[in-house]
């Protein structure tokens, strides 16, 4: 078991940038791809970025691709999503999210993921 708390959302502008952060309990840290989602009212959860084990490699969704960058801290078992060139629509409720297995790819599919932070609204105001 796997306890993650989000933090560092917020309110910001268009254009500004926001870093969130992702502390984790429990379960061992470091052999486990951690992401990023994000959802809004009515849609389904989407991902954001992922990243592996030791950091070597990430994925990033195609509307984030070049403004938000994914990196992790195996030894404060923290997960960061740094976000800048922010958008209106970027505007969401953001979790993070453990794999199930262990030294697996950072390209997963949402159901990989079963262990979830509470979540941490960004708005994105013009």
């Known amino acids: 078991q796997v306890q993650l708390v989000e933090s560092g959302g917020g309110l910001v502008q268009v254009g500004g940038s926001l870093r969130l952060s992702c502390a984790a309990s429990g379960r061992a840290f470091s052999p486990y791809v951690l992401g990023w989602f994000r959802q809004t009212p009515g849609k389904e959860r989407d991902l954001v970025a992922t990243?592996?084990?030791?950091?070597?490699?990430?994925y990033y969704a195609d509307a984030v691709s070049g403004r938000f960058t994914i990196s992790r801290d195996n030894a404060k078992k923290t997960v960061y999503l740094q976000m800048n060139a922010l958008k209106i629509e970027d505007t969401a409720v953001y979790y993070c999210a453990a794999d199930k297995l262990p030294f697996r790819s950072a390209v997963r599919d949402r159901a990989d993921f079963v262990f979830w932070g509470q979540g941490t609204q960004v708005t994105v105001s013009s």
């Open positions: 990243i592996n084990w030791n950091g070597g490699e990430t």
